[in-house]
Structures are given as structure tokens and as C-alpha cells.
């Protein structure tokens, strides 16, 4: 699912250092979590990170907007914004009511990480990426956006509908799968690279090559989590 969100990204602000995480939504996922932790609601804060993703993602596009025309740079900019904005929202709260545990569960969740969870955690993120990956339909959209924005116009694409779009798309993908295993990062930053090595930059070959590619990475990199320190797991985004 971050794999896949990154491709888009990649594609959407036509931008290659471009992943899920760059419109604000870790930070706000961050400040989600933290702030239901420190309440001591340990039990809802995977909702909390999800309504904190949404939020930062709303206000993104709210800032983006202000100028009346939607850009590439403005959504990029808007998203750094929002980013520094929600971490330090995050780190004021654990400032002035965290605990010692409650700094350590934060920090943990913050890196990301497989453990505790089972199952009957994969219905909600399967249903959402397997729903998510009818973007594969649209690679045609895609390759004309990784053209330019004054190519994609020339095209006949309707940039700004598509921006929201996808933007929102990824939001919702990228929230849920924060929720439900925190923050592991650089998986949808790096493995659309990796993709476009092996089959080109045709989104058709590139959309399902990276998406595949990014399972295989968080499976291999939880895999090393759990062996390289004996009795101990680290943080999955560690290797991240």
C-alpha cells in the first residue's frame, strides 16, 4: 500500500522524491497517536493517528488552495508546512504530559513495527489496498503527468480533479495503514525507484512491479527485525 501510494505521488506532484508521508499525513498520524497516548487511551490510538492523517491532509490542500490555483510546488510546500506545524503540536504535548512509558510506547509506534498485530488486523488494510489498486487502471493518467503539467493539460487531463483525487485516495490508504502499524518509512519513497530499474517507466508494467516489490521489502526488513537481536524485536523502520 505505501508502495503504491508513493507511485502515485510520484506521478500526482511529478516529483521523484515524492511519497505518501510528503503531504503531512505521518505528522499528522504522529500528533493522532501521540495525543491519545498521553490521554491514555492506548486502546483507540490507531483512530487517532487515521483522524490526524486526514486532518493534516485536509488542511494541506485548505493552504494549497489559498492561491486560487492549485500547483505541484504549492502542494509540496503546503505539505512541509503542515509536516513541521504537526510535529511540533506533537512534540509540545509529550513536552508538558508525558511519562516515561508513555515517551517509549510514542517512540516505538513512531518507528513503526509488525508487533502485536494478527490476523483480524489485515481485513480493514487489505480491503482498502486491494480497492486502492484499481489506480492501475489509470496509468495512462499517470504517464501523462510524469510528462509536465503543461503536457498533461495539452492531453486533455483535468490536472486539478486528479490532484484531489488521488490525493485524497492516498490519504485515506496511507491513514489506515499508519493506524494499524505505525510509521514505517521509506518503503514508498524508495521501491517505485526500484521499479522503474527492472521494467521502465510505463505506470502499466511500473504500478504492480512496485507494489509487489514494497510487500517483499517490509516482509524482508520485519524479518531482520525479529532476528538480528536475539529475544528483542526492533522497530521495523529502522531497516526501513
Not at 505505501?2 to 505521518?26: D, F, H, K, R
Not at 489496498?129 to 489509470?138: D, K
Not at 496509468?139 to 486533455?156: P, Q
Not at 512496485?210 to 524479518?223: K, N, P
Amino acid at each position: 500500500g505505501l508502495s503504491m501510494s508513493g507511485s502515485v505521488m510520484q506521478s500526482t506532484v511529478n516529483n521523484p522524491i515524492a511519497e505518501p508521508y510528503i503531504l503531512g499525513i505521518s505528522a499528522g498520524a504522529t500528533f493522532g497517536a501521540t495525543l491519545a497516548i498521553i490521554l491514555g487511551l492506548k486502546a483507540v490510538v490507531g483512530l487517532g493517528a487515521f483522524v490526524g492523517a486526514i486532518l493534516a491532509t485536509i488542511l494541506v490542500l485548505i493552504i494549497a488552495s489559498m492561491q486560487g490555483r492549485v500547483t505541484t510546488s504549492g502542494l509540496i510546500l503546503s505539505g512541509t508546512v503542515v509536516n513541521a506545524l504537526f510535529i511540533a503540536f506533537a512534540n509540545f504535548i509529550i513536552s508538558i504530559g508525558a511519562t516515561a512509558d508513555s515517551v517509549m510506547t510514542i517512540k516505538f509506534w513512531t518507528m513503526g513495527s509488525l508487533t502485536g498485530t494478527s490476523w483480524s488486523d489485515l481485513l480493514l488494510p487489505a480491503l482498502v489496498v486491494g480497492l486502492a489498486f484499481l489506480f492501475s487502471t489509470q496509468y495512462r493518467v499517470f504517464n501523462a503527468m510524469m510528462m509536465g503539467d503543461e503536457a498533461a493539460l495539452t492531453l486533455g487531463i483535468p490536472l486539478k480533479l486528479y490532484w484531489y483525487l488521488y490525493i485524497v485516495i492516498v490519504a485515506i490508504i496511507t491513514a489506515v495503514l499508519v493506524a494499524s502499524c505505525g510509521i514505517i518509512g521509506f518503503v514508498g519513497l524508495i521501491t517505485p525507484h526500484i521499479a522503474r530499474s527492472l521494467v521502465g517507466t510505463n505506470y502499466r508494467k511500473l504500478f504492480p512491479v512496485a507494489t509487489l516489490l514494497g510487500s517483499l521489502f517490509v516482509v524482508w526488513a520485519d524479518v531482520l527485525a525479529r532476528i538480528l537481536v536475539k529475544n528483542a524485536e526492533l522497530p521495523i523502520g529502522i531497516f526501513t
